[in-house]
Antibody, heavy 117, light 106 residues
Framework: EVQLVESGGGLVQPGRSMKLSCAAS????????MAWVRQAPKKGLEWVASISYEGSSTYYGDSVKGRFTISRDNAKSTLYLQMNSLRSEDTATYYC??????????WGQGTLVTVSS | DIQMTQSPASLSASLGETVTIECRASEDIYNGLAWYQQKPGKSPQLLIYNANSLHTGVPSRFSGSGSGTQYSLKINSLQSEDVASYFCQQYYNYYTFGAGTKLELK
């Protein structure tokens, strides 16, 4: 069974940094593209970033480009999202997702990030 | 950027009824479309991919159709467990979600 468990969320001040993790199990992690998707409170879904199998290719949504960095450790079956220069509009539940057969075929339970002073 | 316009924003239907949700893309997305269901307090779950392929474990009362810029999700014989929000998403050119449809029981 595919399992994705996010961690690392919480309250952070504007301008500060935070790193999210997603522990994967139930599949061969290195065989799949992975992604982060976020959802602001009571709002819709927004793609944040994606990463290729070995991490050599990364892709970002316009709203986070230059501030967020997606990475992975295949030996630990773990996906990461380093978030710098955080803004109030980054407040959201962050989900990690596995690709195939659709870009976001399997989702974790999410971790809430609140950016506030 | 490809924009996704989803309708209606909310929908009220009776048990056993057939429900249809529409999604329109701002340009041709060549069937690069998925539908997700999100129940309150839960993460989204994939229902349909490639516009009309049913994801593993999804009940057959869900179906997807469409082509070009127009797509739809149909739920036959509505069940109480189908109360949720539904989102479309294009993946022809990066990824864009529709604003969602909140489905309630009448």
């Amino acid at each position: 069974e595919v399992q994705l468990v996010e961690s690392g969320g919480g309250l952070v001040q504007p301008g500060r940094s935070m790193k999210l993790s997603c522990a994967a199990s139930g599949f061969t992690f290195s065989d799949y593209y992975m992604a982060w998707v976020r959802q602001a409170p009571k709002k819709g879904l927004e793609w944040v970033a994606s990463i290729s199998y070995e991490g050599s290719s990364t892709y970002y949504g316009d709203s986070v480009k230059g501030r967020f960095t997606i990475s992975r450790d295949n030996a630990k079956s773990t996906l990461y999202l380093q978030m710098n220069s955080l803004r109030s509009e980054d407040t959201a539940t962050y989900y990690c997702a596995r690709r195939y057969p659709a870009p976001f075929a399997y989702w974790g339970q999410g971790t809430l990030v609140t950016v506030s002073s | 950027d490809i924009q996704m316009t989803q309708s209606p924003a909310s929908l009220s239907a009776s048990l056993g009824e057939t429900v249809t949700i529409e999604c329109r893309a701002s340009e041709d997305i060549y069937n690069g479309l998925a539908w997700y269901q999100q129940k309150p307090g839960k993460s989204p779950q994939l229902l349909i991919y490639n516009a009309n392929s049913l994801h593993t474990g999804v009940p057959s009362r869900f179906s997807g159709s469409g082509s070009g810029t127009q797509y739809s999700l149909k739920i036959n014989s509505l069940q109480s467990e189908d109360v949720a929000s539904y989102f479309c998403q294009q993946y022809y050119n990066y990824y864009t979600f529709g604003a969602g449809t909140k489905l309630e029981l009448k």
